[in-house]
């Protein structure tokens, strides 16, 4: 039987920062681009595009009522 995940471990999962590496590419190939990542350096898409539907519906509505 497997053991449970302890909170601690999950915490310590969910704190890795995995598109520290992306971020630092963007920075390193673009200026315009730095600037944006400096703008906003703890951008996480995930969190980002867990708010945005994951149906093609719920993508369109979102589109058409952003256009009002």
Do not use: N
Request: proline share 9%.
């Amino acid at each position: 039987m497997s053991q449970p995940h302890s909170p601690g471990r999950s915490q310590a999962r969910a704190r890795i920062d995995r598109w520290a590496a992306g971020r630092e590419v963007l920075r390193a190939g673009d200026p315009r681009m730095a600037e944006l990542v400096e703008a906003e350096p703890g951008l996480d898409p995930d969190r980002l595009f867990d708010r945005w539907p994951s149906d093609l519906w719920g993508a369109l509505v979102l589109q058409v009522g952003q256009g009002q």
